[in-house]
């Protein structure tokens, strides 16, 4: 069983940053993959961004690039989201998820084994 805690969400400003954290627990593997995805209200679920766990192969939704940043820290066994620049159409519900086995289709919800509860993020303008 894998555990994922999301933290660091909160409100801020236009043009501002925030660093989310998802914490893993439980068993790991190299052919894990990581995902953040979000959810506004009233819209669908959508793909931000994700990381292979081992080998750091990083992917974006074109609506981040440039602005947000995936990484991983093994020792701590925490994956980051970076988030620089921040719009108000990036308000929504910030998910961590975790694949088993994942080598494509990165932006696929349903290819995500398991979910945190969220965390809230709110720019304001």
């Known amino acids: 069983q894998v555990q994922l805690v999301e933290s660091g969400g909160g409100l801020v400003q236009v043009g501002g940053s925030l660093r989310l954290s998802c914490v893993v627990s439980g068993r790991t593997f190299s052919s894990y993959a990581m995902g953040w995805f979000r959810q506004a209200p009233g819209k669908e679920r959508e793909f931000v961004a994700a990381?292979?766990?081992?080998?750091?192969?990083?992917y974006y939704a074109d609506s981040v690039k440039g602005r947000f940043t995936i990484s991983r820290d093994y020792i701590k066994n925490t994956v980051y989201l970076q988030m620089n620049s921040l719009k108000p159409e990036d308000t929504a519900v910030y998910y961590c998820a975790a694949a088993l086995i994942l080598k494509s289709n990165y932006d696929s919800s349903g290819k995500y084994d398991y979910w945190g509860q969220g965390t809230q993020v709110t720019v304001s303008s």
């Open positions: 990381i292979k766990w081992s080998g750091g192969s990083t």
